[in-house]
């Protein structure tokens, strides 16, 4: 059964810094464009980050800057290295493909909270 994981999450204050990643088993990121998600408490899930099958990347330009979406097609993870982090990058990341056609079962998330 395919099953998507991220971690990295946590507490931050406001200005730090975290990590992101994502693995699936079950399944390959490999040739897929793939994107950060994240989901605001009462408001609707957003992509933030994609990143295609050879590496072009793009961001919301809310978060244009600060986040930085990469992949390790090897390892078929992805990450998400995000600095200067505002209390309104509070939410709930999730990753997945892209293309909603092709798109996995949605993993549990991780939680990302910034506040002093």
């Known amino acids: 059964q395919v099953q998507v ?21 079950g399944s390959s990121f490999s040739g897929y464009a793939m994107g950060w998600y994240r989901q605001a408490p009462g408001k609707q899930r957003e992509r933030v980050a994609t990143i295609s099958s050879g590496g072009s990347t793009n961001y919301a330009d809310s978060v244009k800057g600060r986040l930085t979406i990469s992949r390790d097609n090897a390892k078929n993870t992805v990450s998400l290295q995000m600095n200067s982090l505002k209390p309104e990058d509070t939410a709930v990341y999730y990753c997945n493909r892209v293309l909603w056609t092709v798109q996995l079962p949605w993993g549990q998330g991780t939680r990302v909270t910034v506040s002093s």
């Not at 204050?13 to 990643?21: N, V």
């Open 5 to 25: 994981v991220e971690s990295g999450g946590g507490l931050v204050q406001p200005g730090g810094s975290l990590r992101l990643s994502c693995a699936a088993s």
